[in-house]
Structures are given as C-alpha cells and as structure tokens.
C-alpha cells in the first residue's frame, strides 16, 4: 500500500518538492501566470529559481549647499541616548529587560520566507500571515506526483478579470479559486490530482470559503495547460456553470 502524503508550500523545502511539469517548455515554480493578467507567463525561466541580487545600499543624499559637503559630522545632539542604542523608557524598573508575561498566550511567529527566495515561492508565500499556503503537493512513498496551486480571486489577477467576463456568476460570497493542479508524466492515470484537489477543496472549506471555481481551457493538450479540462473538474464534483466554447467555469459548493 504506497504511503500518500499532501504538503502545503510554505518555505524554501517544501517548495523544492514541486515536480517538475510534463512539458519541459513549461514550469510550475517559475510560472505567474495567474499572478500577472497582463504578462503572466507558464515559461522555465532559470533564472527564477537563483537568489536575488543583494540590492546596493543608497548612496547618501548630498546637501544643497556646497559648501557643507567637507565639513565634519554635525554636532552631537546632546539629548540622544548615549552608545546608539534606543532611548531608555523612564518609567521602565530598573535591570535588565521586562521579563514576558508568564499569563499571556504564546503566539507562534507567522510563517515567512525572506527575500532571498525565488521569486514564485514569494508569490505563493505572500497569504501565508492572512490565509495560509497557496499550494499543496502530492507525494507518493516520498516522490511528489502532483501539484496543485489555489487560494482568493484577490491573489490572482487574471482569475478575477476572466470571471469578470461572466456576469452571470454569483458575486457573493466570492469563491475560492484552484488555478492550477498538474500530475507529472509518471504519476498520471492513478487518481492522485483528485485526491489533490478534494484535500485542497476540504482546506478550503476549513477557512470559510463557501465554494471554489477553476477555469480551465477547452480543447487544451494535457501537456498545456495547468488547469485541466472539463471533465476532471466534473469528475471531482464540480458543475459547469458556464458553458463556454473557449473559457468555460466550472464551480463547487463547499459543505
């Protein structure tokens, strides 16, 4: 009986487990497709995966006046703290720092990634204080089989100007929307991007979502697309609220 583990994307690890797309042209840690509704792109793009540049700090800004570029440091101001270190808090007690309060609860410190991240991780990382993870994968006895990307219509753009094409579509409560879900080439046929997507769909009904949309492409070659087709989306329980020859919009309530 294989072991089957779902992962959300939070950090730098988890992330490294998104396999790799069937169409080599393509690649899902680099894609912003979704992200961006003007230049959104699902091209490999390697240089999204490298760490950014460290940026150069700003040179200091020059005075006006010429002639107080040579002198000295200004005077010390005689009612900062002395050794740099923030001004003291008269009322504190005196010693070391306030001890924390052994009564208050303990919050654990949101999850983050820093700015030395790639670039789509940041992407999916931008919910993670408000919502949660943006993505989740699929591993079978360890090996990532499948992927699947959702989240708002708030963080992503292009969701939300294809659904605003359909009037017809309720406006509230907004859905929850699945952008992505994608199986590698040798994990296809085996059920594993629908056990994906009901993990995904009974997340999303555990953060108060009501139902959840995907917008998939008709007519798109499996190796094309991220969104799947028609039928899949059918075949996980979704109804097709939208009967489009190009675009249609496929739907879920969520118990």
């Known amino acids: 009986m294989p072991a089957i583990q779902v992962v959300d994307v939070t ?17 899902h840690r680099t894609c912003d497709f979704w992200e961006d509704a003007e230049r959104g792109s699902k091209a ?31 005077a010390p101001n005689p009612f900062a703290p002395s050794g740099g270190g923030p001004p003291a ?13 052994p009564f208050a609860p303990r919050r654990p410190a949101p999850a983050s990634v820093g700015g030395e991240a790639p670039r789509k991780l940041r ?11 943006y993505a989740k994968v699929l591993l079978v006895d360890g090996e990532s089989v499948a992927y699947a990307q959702f989240g708002p219509l708030s963080a992503y ?30 994990g ?6 629908r056990r994906l997507v009901e993990a995904v769909c009974d997340d999303l009904a555990g953060r108060g979502f009501s139902a959840v949309e995907a ?14 087709s028609t039928g899949f989306w059918t075949g996980c329980g979704f109804s097709i ?13 969520l118990a």
């Open 11 to 27: 950090d730098a690890t988890s992330f490294g487990l998104v396999p790799p797309c069937a169409d080599p042209g393509f690649d």
């Open 123 to 133: 992407l999916l990382a931008r919910g993670l204080t408000v919502f949660g993870s």
């Open 157 to 186: 753009p292009r969701a939300l100007h294809l659904r605003e094409l359909y009037p017809q579509l309720p406006e509230a409560p907004l859905p929850a929307v699945i952008t992505c879900v994608a199986t590698s080439a040798e």
């Open 89 to 101: 808090n008269p009322f504190a007690p005196p010693g070391d720092a306030l001890e924390d309060n």
């Open 188 to 193: 296809r046929r085996q059920g594993h991007a």
């Open 44 to 74: 490999a793009r390697a240089s999204w995966l490298e760490a950014p540049a460290p940026s150069r700090p700003a040179p200091a800004p020059r005075s006006p006046n010429p002639f107080l570029d040579d002198l000295e440091e200004a």
């Open 215 to 228: 917008y998939p492409e008709a007519g798109a070659r499996p190796d094309s697309t991220s969104a799947a």
């Open 241 to 253: 609220v939208v009967h489009d020859e190009r675009f249609p919009v496929v739907r879920r309530e």
